[in-house]
């Protein structure tokens, strides 16, 4: 899949329409997550933890970390649609501009709707971008393409990475709680829930291996 690929067929307005709203609720779900307290998805504790010691913003990490994932599709063999170029930059952007709209919440009657709404619009967001046919995050192609190097399997390569993501995470500050668990268990339900209800009628079918991923990060992570 090149960057082009796509750009045509029927449906092409719906698709780019789901696929940047897709990415910006993405981010807005983020960016929700941050401001629950109560932890945040596995590439989130990383970008936490990593703007933590830089200063930087976590939108602003989240799109470095993206580009440097991204890279990583080289040795690999892996080729980005627009929708991986588009999610290193899109979800970032949109996670900052929410943490500077969304104040902070105090005490559980506020942190756990707060919670709950940014893992629901996790799913959401996630059925919008992966339906609309465009390319894996970077995230994602980096678990896609080592299962297709390795011959390990999916979960097994995705578990691996996102261990490691939340273990380098946590140790660099970033926030592990029960929102992190309660993400991990509900994403992948709901991701395939609502990619079943966004799924854009085309003759090609969506890859399996995108439609079990999440992003990054999807049902992986944008």
Same mark, same amino acid.
């Given at each position: ?132 046919? !465009? ?34 995470? !946590? ?21 395939? !829930? ?29």
């Amino acid at each position: 899949m090149s960057i082009a690929s796509g750009l045509h067929g029927r449906h092409l307005t719906r698709r780019l329409v789901q696929l940047y709203a897709g990415l910006t609720l993405y981010g807005v779900s983020s960016a929700l997550l941050v401001r629950s307290g109560l932890g945040l998805e596995p590439w989130g504790v990383l970008h936490q933890g990593l703007a933590e010691k830089t200063g930087l913003t976590i939108g602003v990490v989240s799109i470095i970390v993206g580009a440097v994932v991204l890279l990583l599709w080289v040795p690999i063999r892996q080729r980005p649609g627009l929708g991986t170029v588009s999610n290193v930059f899109v979800i970032g952007l949109a996670m900052d501009g929410t943490l500077a709209l969304v104040p902070d919440v105090d005490g559980l009657v506020e942190q756990v709707p707060v919670l709950l709404l940014g893992i629901v619009l996790n799913g959401v967001a996630t059925g919008l971008y992966i339906a609309a046919r !465009f390319g894996p995050g970077p995230r994602d192609g980096l678990m896609t393409g080592l299962h297709r190097l390795t011959g390990r399997s999916i979960r097994l390569v995705r578990t691996a990475i996102e261990v490691v993501v939340v273990a380098t995470g !946590f140790l660099l500050g970033g926030s592990v709680g029960v929102g992190t668990v309660l993400y991990a268990l509900a994403i992948g339900p709901l991701a395939q !829930f609502f990619l079943r209800r966004f799924a854009v009628p085309d003759p090609a079918p969506v890859p399996s291996e995108v439609a079990t991923g999440t992003p990054e990060g999807a049902i992986l992570r944008p």
